[in-house]
C-alpha cells in the first residue's frame, strides 16, 4: 500500500495522551496533535525533559528536582551537555520500583524476564524473584572486590541470566560491557580489553542453527586475554573452565538465595552505565559510554511514550549483547513490562520460527529486522492465518530501512492496520531519534515522526533547513542520552571528530556545533522521514546524490533477490563505476531477463540514474556484527585503495577477498 495505514486511534487512553494532558496542566501549553507537542519539546528542552521526569516520578528514585530550567540542563553546548547538576540515581532502582509494588500481589508472579532458545527450552525470571537475584549477583560482585566505577564484562548470547548479571553491576555503580558469543574471543578481546574488566560472565555455549555451540574454550581464551580479571562466572558448567586466571564460580551460586538484599548505589546522572562500541570494522572499535540518568530517561520516553509500553506489556525485540537493541530491550522493564530474551537463529528450522515465539508468549510489541520480515514474506509465509497473534499491537524494525513493500506485506499477512514502527538512531545515542509513535497514522516507507526532544533536522550543505528534499541529518540540541564519551579519550578529541568536527562549525561559521549523523534523510512537510542511506557511502554519479536504500527497497522486493548491494567507485580520469551486488533465492540466475527487470524496476520507481552499471550475482554480502552493510570500506577495496578492515568485526570475513577480485578484475 502507499498510503495510510495502521490506527490513528488506539482503543486505549495511551500514556502520550496522558503526558500530553500532563504537560497542559503543569506548563499551561496546549498542544493540537503531535506535531506541537514535538516543536514544544525541542523549543523547551528543559521543561520538556522536566516534564518527562514528573511523568514517570522519578522523584521517587532521586528526591525532588529543584526548580528552574537550570536544574534540567545547566548548559546546552554541545558537545559537553551538562543534565541534571546534583541529581544522583541508578538505573536498577527505576526497574526494581515495578517488582516492589507489585509487592506481595499476584501480579508479583507475573514474568519480568521470559528466555527462549532456538529449540524452544523456556525459562522464566518473576518480578518477584528479580529483585534477589540482581542482589545476590550484586554481592558475589562485592565479594569479588568490585565497587563503584570497576568494569564488569559479559560473553553472552541473549538470556535472561545476562540481564541479571548486568542489573547486578549497575547497581553497584560499576560499569557493563556486553559481547554477544558469535565473536571469536579475539573479536572480543578487541573490545572488552580495552576496559580492563575485573570480573567476566561468560556461557558455556548455547544453541544456533540446530547445533549446540561449545564455547568453554573460547571464553577462556578471551579471560587469558583480559589483563586484571580476578572473576569468572560461568553461566552453565564452571568445571570446564582451567584455574589460575582467575576465580572461576557458577551462575547458580553467584545468585544462590540468602546473601545481601539489593541495594543500588546512588551515582551521578552522568555515571557511567555501560560501554557500547562501534563496529570496528576499520580501526579500532571506539568504545561509547553512557551515563545512568539519560539513558533511564531517554528509554523511558521512547518505550513508555512512544511505544505506549507498561505493565500489561510483553516486549520482544530479536537482538543479541553485541547490539543496542539488547540495552533498548532492557527499557521495556523500566516500563513494568515483560522482556522476552531469544537465544539463537531468528530462521531455524525455518523463516516461521520467530512469528512463533510471538505467538507462544503473547508478544504485544514485536521487534525486528527488516531481513528477518524480507525472508518471511520470501517464504510465503502468513503468519496471521497461521499463528495466534491477537495480542500483538506493533511491529517494530530497525537496522536497517525498512522498505515500503514489507509495511504492504505486514498489512496483508500479519494484521490489518497494525502499526509498524520503522526506527532509526544508533548506538551513539543508545535510542532512535525517529519512529513510529502510538497514534500517529503511519505511511509505508516512512518514519512517521521525530520523536519528542529530538530537534532533528535535514540540510542543505549551506545549512538550509529542508523540507521535501534530500540532506544530511543533523541534530541541532543536546538529547540526554548522547554520550558521557569515548573510553580512553580525556581530551574528548575522538569524540568530537565524530559527529561534530563538520564543515558546520568553527570559527568561521560561527555557530553552535550540531551532531551531523551520517544518514541522508528527508523530512516530509507531514513531519515524517524517509532515510535513504549513510551520507558517507553516497552515490554520487554525474554529481547527483542517490542514497543507496533507495535502491534497495525497489531490488530487494523482487522475488528472486534476497539481498542487495550498490556500490559508487571513482575510478581515473572522472570515471565512475556502479554495480549492483545481489544474492539470491533458491537456484536463481542473474541472467538477462533478471537483469533487465531490475533496471526496469529501478528506472520505473526511481530514475535513470539510478540503474547500476552492471548486476552481479554474490556469494554473500558482508556486515557488521550487528547487520550493517559494509559499503564504505567496500568501496574503498572495489577501488583499490588500502583499507584496514578487522575480519573479527565481518560476518563473512571470507567475502572479503571475493569482492576485493572484482575491484581488480574490473576495466575502466
Given at each position: 500500500m502507499?498510503?495510510?495505514t495502521?490506527?490513528?486511534?488506539?482503543?486505549?487512553?495511551?500514556?502520550?495522551?496522558?503526558?500530553?494532558d500532563?504537560?497542559?496542566?503543569?506548563?499551561?501549553?496546549?498542544?493540537?496533535?503531535?506535531?506541537?507537542l514535538?516543536?514544544?519539546?525541542?523549543?523547551?528542552?528543559?521543561?520538556?525533559?522536566?516534564?518527562?521526569?514528573?511523568?514517570?516520578?522519578?522523584?521517587?528514585?532521586?528526591?525532588?528536582?529543584?526548580?528552574?530550567?537550570?536544574?534540567?540542563l545547566?548548559?546546552?553546548?554541545?558537545?559537553?551537555?551538562?543534565?541534571?547538576?546534583?541529581?544522583?540515581?541508578?538505573?536498577?532502582?527505576?526497574?526494581l520500583?515495578?517488582?516492589?509494588?507489585?509487592?506481595?500481589?499476584?501480579?508479583?508472579?507475573?514474568?519480568?524476564?521470559?528466555?527462549?532458545?532456538e529449540d524452544?527450552?523456556?525459562?522464566?525470571?518473576?518480578?518477584?524473584?528479580?529483585?534477589?537475584?540482581?542482589?545476590?549477583?550484586?554481592?558475589?560482585?562485592?565479594?569479588?572486590?568490585?565497587?563503584?566505577?570497576?568494569?564488569?564484562?559479559?560473553?553472552?548470547?541473549?538470556?535472561?541470566?545476562?540481564?541479571?548479571?548486568?542489573?547486578?553491576?549497575?547497581?553497584?555503580?560499576?560499569?557493563?560491557?556486553?559481547?554477544?558469543?558469535?565473536?571469536?574471543?579475539?573479536?572480543?578481546?578487541?573490545?572488552?580489553?580495552?576496559l580492563?574488566?575485573?570480573?567476566l560472565?561468560?556461557?558455556?555455549?548455547?544453541?544456533?542453527?540446530?547445533?549446540?555451540?561449545?564455547?568453554?574454550?573460547?571464553?577462556?581464551?578471551?579471560?587469558?586475554?583480559?589483563?586484571?580479571?580476578?572473576?569468572?562466572?560461568?553461566?552453565?558448567d564452571?568445571?570446564?573452565?582451567?584455574?589460575?586466571?582467575?576465580?572461576?564460580?557458577?551462575?547458580?551460586?553467584?545468585?544462590?538465595?540468602?546473601?545481601?538484599?539489593?541495594?543500588p548505589?546512588?551515582?551521578d546522572?552522568?555515571?557511567?552505565?555501560?560501554?557500547?562500541?562501534?563496529s570496528?570494522?576499520?580501526?579500532r572499535?571506539?568504545?561509547?559510554?553512557?551515563?545512568?540518568?539519560?539513558?533511564?530517561?531517554?528509554?523511558?520516553?521512547?518505550?513508555?511514550?512512544?511505544?505506549?509500553?507498561?505493565?500489561?506489556?510483553?516486549?520482544?525485540?530479536?537482538?543479541?549483547?553485541?547490539?543496542?537493541?539488547?540495552?533498548?530491550?532492557?527499557?521495556?522493564?523500566?516500563?513494568?513490562?515483560?522482556?522476552?530474551?531469544?537465544?539463537?537463529?531468528?530462521?531455524?528450522p525455518?523463516?516461521?520460527?520467530?512469528?512463533?515465539?510471538?505467538?507462544?508468549?503473547?508478544?504485544?510489541?514485536?521487534?525486528?529486522?527488516?531481513?528477518?520480515?524480507?525472508?518471511?514474506?520470501?517464504?510465503?509465509?502468513?503468519?496471521?492465518?497461521?499463528?495466534?497473534?491477537?495480542?500483538?499491537?506493533?511491529?517494530g524494525?530497525?537496522?536497517?530501512?525498512l522498505?515500503?513493500?514489507?509495511?504492504?506485506?505486514?498489512?496483508?499477512?500479519?494484521?490489518?492496520?497494525?502499526?509498524?514502527?520503522?526506527?532509526?538512531?544508533?548506538?551513539?545515542?543508545?535510542?532512535?531519534?525517529?519512529g513510529?509513535s502510538?497514534?500517529?497514522?503511519?505511511?509505508?516507507?516512512?518514519?512517521?515522526?521525530?520523536y519528542?526532544g529530538?530537534?532533528?533536522?535535514?540540510?542543505?550543505?549551506?545549512?538550509?533547513?529542508?523540507?521535501?528534499e534530500?540532506?544530511?541529518?543533523?541534530?541541532?540540541?543536546?538529547?540526554?542520552?548522547?554520550?558521557?564519551?569515548?573510553?580512553?579519550?580525556?581530551?574528548?578529541?575522538?569524540?568530537?571528530?565524530?559527529?561534530?568536527?563538520?564543515h558546520?562549525?568553527?570559527?568561521?561559521?560561527?555557530?553552535?556545533?550540531?551532531?551531523r549523523?551520517?544518514?541522508?534523510?528527508?523530512?516530509?512537510d507531514?513531519?515524517?522521514?524517509v532515510?535513504?542511506?549513510?551520507?558517507?557511502?553516497?552515490?554520487?554519479?554525474?554529481?547527483?546524490?542517490?542514497?543507496?536504500?533507495?535502491?534497495y527497497?525497489?531490488v530487494?522486493?523482487?522475488?528472486?533477490?534476497?539481498?542487495?548491494?550498490?556500490?559508487?567507485?571513482?575510478?581515473?580520469?572522472?570515471?565512475?563505476?556502479?554495480?549492483?551486488?545481489?544474492?539470491?533465492?533458491?537456484?536463481?540466475?542473474?541472467?538477462?531477463?533478471?537483469?533487465?527487470?531490475?533496471?526496469?524496476?529501478?528506472?520505473?520507481?526511481?530514475?535513470?540514474?539510478?540503474?547500476?552499471?552492471?548486476?552481479?550475482a554474490?556469494?554473500?554480502?558482508?556486515?557488521?556484527?550487528?547487520?550493517?552493510?559494509?559499503?564504505?570500506?567496500?568501496?574503498?577495496?572495489?577501488?583499490g585503495?588500502?583499507?584496514?578492515?578487522?575480519?573479527?568485526?565481518?560476518?563473512?570475513?571470507?567475502l572479503?577477498?571475493?569482492?576485493?577480485?572484482?575491484?581488480?578484475?574490473?576495466?575502466?
Amino acid at each position: 500500500m502507499s498510503g495510510e495505514t495502521g490506527s490513528t486511534t488506539p482503543s486505549r487512553r495511551t500514556q502520550m495522551d496522558a503526558f500530553g494532558d500532563r504537560v497542559a496542566e503543569d506548563f499551561g501549553v496546549t498542544t493540537d496533535g503531535y506535531d506541537e507537542l514535538w516543536t514544544w519539546s525541542v523549543t523547551h528542552p528543559a521543561r520538556f525533559w522536566r516534564a518527562v521526569w514528573q511523568f514517570f516520578d522519578l522523584d521517587a528514585i532521586a528526591g525532588p528536582l529543584a526548580d528552574g530550567d537550570d536544574a534540567v540542563l545547566a548548559s546546552a553546548q554541545m558537545p559537553g551537555a551538562r543534565w541534571f547538576p546534583g541529581v544522583r540515581l541508578n538505573y536498577v532502582d527505576a526497574i526494581l520500583r515495578h517488582g516492589h509494588a507489585a509487592g506481595a500481589d499476584a501480579t508479583a508472579d507475573r514474568p519480568a524476564i521470559i528466555g527462549v532458545d532456538e529449540d524452544g527450552v523456556r525459562t522464566e525470571i518473576t518480578w518477584r524473584a528479580l529483585p534477589g537475584l540482581v542482589g545476590a549477583f550484586a554481592a558475589t560482585l562485592r565479594e569479588l572486590g568490585v565497587t563503584e566505577g570497576d568494569v564488569v564484562a559479559g560473553y553472552l548470547p541473549d538470556i535472561g541470566e545476562a540481564v541479571v548479571a548486568f542489573l547486578g553491576a549497575a547497581s553497584l555503580g560499576a560499569i557493563w560491557s556486553g559481547c554477544g558469543q558469535d565473536y571469536a574471543p579475539a573479536g572480543a578481546a578487541g573490545r572488552l580489553a580495552q576496559l580492563a574488566p575485573k570480573v567476566l560472565v561468560t556461557a558455556d555455549g548455547y544453541r544456533y542453527n540446530g547445533k549446540d555451540i561449545d564455547k568453554c574454550a573460547d571464553s577462556a581464551e578471551l579471560a587469558a586475554s583480559l589483563p586484571g580479571l580476578v572473576g569468572h562466572i560461568v553461566v552453565g558448567d564452571p568445571t570446564r573452565q582451567p584455574a589460575g586466571i582467575a576465580r572461576v564460580l557458577s551462575y547458580h551460586d553467584a545468585v544462590a538465595p540468602g546473601r545481601a538484599p539489593v541495594a543500588p548505589v546512588p551515582v551521578d546522572f552522568d555515571h557511567p552505565l555501560w560501554v557500547l562500541f562501534s563496529s570496528g570494522t576499520t580501526g579500532r572499535p571506539k568504545g561509547i559510554v553512557h551515563g545512568h540518568g539519560g539513558v533511564v530517561l531517554e528509554h523511558l520516553k521512547a518505550a513508555g511514550l512512544h511505544a505506549d509500553l507498561d505493565a500489561g506489556d510483553v516486549f520482544f525485540w530479536q537482538t543479541a549483547l553485541s547490539w543496542m537493541m539488547w540495552n533498548y530491550q532492557i527499557a521495556g522493564l523500566l516500563c513494568g513490562s515483560t522482556i522476552v530474551c531469544y537465544s539463537g537463529s531468528a530462521l531455524h528450522p525455518d523463516a516461521d520460527r520467530l512469528w512463533r515465539v510471538v505467538a507462544d508468549e503473547k508478544v504485544t510489541w514485536f521487534g525486528t529486522s527488516p531481513g528477518q520480515l524480507q525472508a518471511s514474506r520470501k517464504a510465503g509465509l502468513v503468519p496471521g492465518r497461521d499463528h495466534d497473534l491477537s495480542a500483538l499491537r506493533t511491529i517494530g524494525s530497525t537496522g536497517s530501512s525498512l522498505a515500503g513493500d514489507l509495511f504492504d506485506w505486514i498489512d496483508t499477512t500479519v494484521a490489518p492496520g497494525l502499526p509498524v514502527s520503522s526506527i532509526s538512531g544508533g548506538t551513539d545515542v543508545v535510542t532512535a531519534f525517529a519512529g513510529g509513535s502510538v497514534g500517529v497514522p503511519v505511511v509505508a516507507g516512512e518514519l512517521s515522526v521525530r520523536y519528542l526532544g529530538v530537534a532533528l533536522e535535514s540540510w542543505a550543505p549551506d545549512t538550509t533547513p529542508l523540507i521535501g528534499e534530500v540532506g544530511e541529518m543533523v541534530i541541532t540540541a543536546p538529547m540526554p542520552s548522547m554520550p558521557v564519551g569515548f573510553w580512553q579519550d580525556d581530551d574528548g578529541v575522538r569524540y568530537r571528530a565524530a559527529y561534530f568536527d563538520h564543515h558546520w562549525t568553527g570559527d568561521g561559521a560561527g555557530r553552535t556545533p550540531v551532531w551531523r549523523h551520517g544518514d541522508w534523510v528527508t523530512v516530509t512537510d507531514r513531519g515524517s522521514l524517509v532515510i535513504h542511506g549513510r551520507s558517507d557511502a553516497t552515490l554520487n554519479r554525474n554529481g547527483i546524490r542517490m542514497g543507496s536504500a533507495d535502491i534497495y527497497e525497489v531490488v530487494e522486493g523482487i522475488d528472486e533477490i534476497a539481498e542487495a548491494f550498490v556500490l559508487g567507485v571513482d575510478g581515473p580520469d572522472g570515471a565512475y563505476w556502479m554495480p549492483l551486488f545481489v544474492t539470491l533465492v533458491g537456484t536463481a540466475e542473474v541472467d538477462d531477463e533478471l537483469t533487465a527487470r531490475i533496471a526496469r524496476e529501478i528506472r520505473t520507481r526511481l530514475s535513470p540514474r539510478h540503474v547500476p552499471d552492471e548486476v552481479i550475482a554474490a556469494p554473500g554480502i558482508p556486515h557488521t556484527r550487528t547487520g550493517k552493510k559494509l559499503e564504505v570500506p567496500v568501496t574503498s577495496i572495489l577501488a583499490g585503495r588500502p583499507v584496514d578492515i578487522d575480519p573479527r568485526s565481518i560476518d563473512d570475513p571470507a567475502l572479503i577477498g571475493w569482492y576485493s577480485q572484482r575491484g581488480a578484475e574490473h576495466r575502466w
